[in-house]
């Protein structure tokens, strides 16, 4: 979309979008259905369209100054969360009265009143009549038990830490060290972030953070319908083990595991961040306590680094695969990672980029890691063993996140002469280049 359209211009393109959008509702319920490359494509425009004609209607000084309270709307949002408003309105939609909600929240009731009027400027509840609030469909995201986690975790620990970045940048400006991040100053912690989740006093951190985890995979672009569809999962004997590495209270592989029911998997993490997902797997899903720096104890099929290595700064990315091929020992052993693979300016649109560089900000500012691009990822794994080869990288239609399939080069190749049996990945592309 050209950076000099008109205002006019811009209209045509939302009114042409949207009808496209509307005749496209006829067959779907949601305008952003991603199985329909059209639908998402006249999404995506509209949205870009509207997000310039915003901000070149409102002006710079207006457009600053807004940008520059949006911490205004994060507290409100804090407040919320923490105060529970949200479950104290019947989720049906029907409206309660403003002095009900205070009262089974035990909050001051006009001090509510005014909060929750911001939020409704944003478009998250309503008030139907005089003095009474209800649910619409953003405040209902936050009753689903991880969705409402995701927007605490952003609220409290990711907001908080946020307001540290530009005193952190001046002690560590360069620093590779995970306890070294604005979040170390937020908390007066020398712990790194993952650490100070699960050994918070506050047993409830460890499990909002790991629901919170789950929560955003809710979301269409990270949902984990796309792991469970994006790899031939089926293509694997029967009885081969995934370690899911990292892999919190289990989700993930739980997804995988009620699909393929021939599969086998064990879930590593640091044990206080399990929340188990309750699994009726009858023995194929087990949990087990394990530290990714630590050489990997269990002897797989396929290592899954699921949103892992992205909140690592390299240093650590190197150590964690490291310790993962010092266990694949078996013939096929593979490791598969499910992360960002940032892509370069110029090449999404801005609204899509804009994701892309908060997420960059927020690795910045918890983890001192970054977003990498596929030339930064393929480094990493030279680093880690220069036969440790990237055969296979697909991105799910509508994910956020791509596949990217590892495996040893000698191994590979020795199985391949063996029993022809190459992994499907290199009969389709070989080698990555
Ligand atoms: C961003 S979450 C990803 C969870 C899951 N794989 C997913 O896709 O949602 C990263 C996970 O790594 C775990 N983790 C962090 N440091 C770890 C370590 N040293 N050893 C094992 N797990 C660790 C965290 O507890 C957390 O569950």
């Known amino acids: 979309m050209d950076d000099h ?44 369209a509207c997000d310039k004609l915003n901000h070149l209607v409102t002006g710079p000084e207006e457009y600053m100054m807004g940008l520059a309270q949006g911490h205004r709307l994060q507290a409100a949002l804090q407040y919320v969360c923490h105060f529970r408003l949200a479950s104290h309105i019947p989720a049906d939609g029907t409206p309660i009265s403003y002095d009900e909600l205070a009262e089974k929240a035990s909050v001051e009731a006009s001090r509510c009143v005014r909060i929750l009027r911001l939020l409704m400027t944003h478009h998250i509840f309503r008030e139907p009549g005089t003095r009474l609030i209800a649910h619409n469909r953003n405040s209902r995201v936050l009753l689903d038990s991880d969705a409402g986690a995701a927007i605490e975790w952003y609220t409290n620990e990711a907001f908080r ?60 672009q990270l949902t984990v319908e796309h792991l469970v569809t994006g790899y031939d999962w089926k293509s694997l004997p029967n009885d081969t083990t995934m370690v899911d590495v990292g892999g919190g209270n289990g989700y993930c592989s739980k997804a995988i595991a009620d699909a393929n029911p021939g599969l086998k998997f064990v879930v590593q993490d640091l044990k206080k961040t399990f929340g188990a997902v309750h699994t009726d797997l009858k023995g194929r899903l087990r949990f087990m306590e394990y530290d990714f720096f630590t050489p990997q104890p269990v002897v797989a099929d396929v290592y899954l680094l699921r949103r892992v290595l992205h909140y690592h700064p390299n240093k650590y990315v190197v150590k964690i695969l490291q310790a993962q091929v010092s266990a694949m020992k078996k013939p096929g052993a593979r490791i598969i990672i499910m992360d960002d693979i940032a892509i370069r300016s110029g090449m999404i649109t801005t609204l899509e980029e804009r994701k892309t560089r908060t997420l960059d900000i927020s690795m910045m500012s918890l983890y001192n890691s970054a977003e990498r691009d596929l030339g930064d990822w393929k480094a990493l794994f030279h680093t880690v063993d220069p036969k440790l080869k990237l055969v296979d990288v697909r991105k799910p239609p509508g994910s956020s996140l791509s596949i990217m399939e590892l495996w040893m080069d000698q191994q590979s190749q020795s199985r391949g002469q063996n029993d022809g049996s190459l992994p499907y990945a290199f009969t389709k592309r070989n080698s990555v280049s």
């Open 161 to 220: 830490s946020s307001t540290f970045l530009a005193e952190a940048s001046e002690l560590w400006p360069s620093s590779e060290q995970m306890n070294q991040t604005a979040l170390n100053l937020a908390y007066d912690t020398s712990l790194p972030a993952f650490r100070f989740l699960s050994q918070s006093l506050e047993p409830s951190r460890a499990d909002r953070y790991s629901r919170a985890m789950a929560g955003l995979s809710k979301r269409r």
């Open 5 to 48: 359209m008109t205002v006019s211009a811009l209209a045509d393109i939302i009114r042409h979008q949207a009808e496209i959008l509307e005749d496209g509702r006829l067959r779907h319920t949601y305008p952003d259905h991603y199985g329909d490359k059209s639908l998402t494509t006249a999404r995506s425009r509209l949205l870009e």
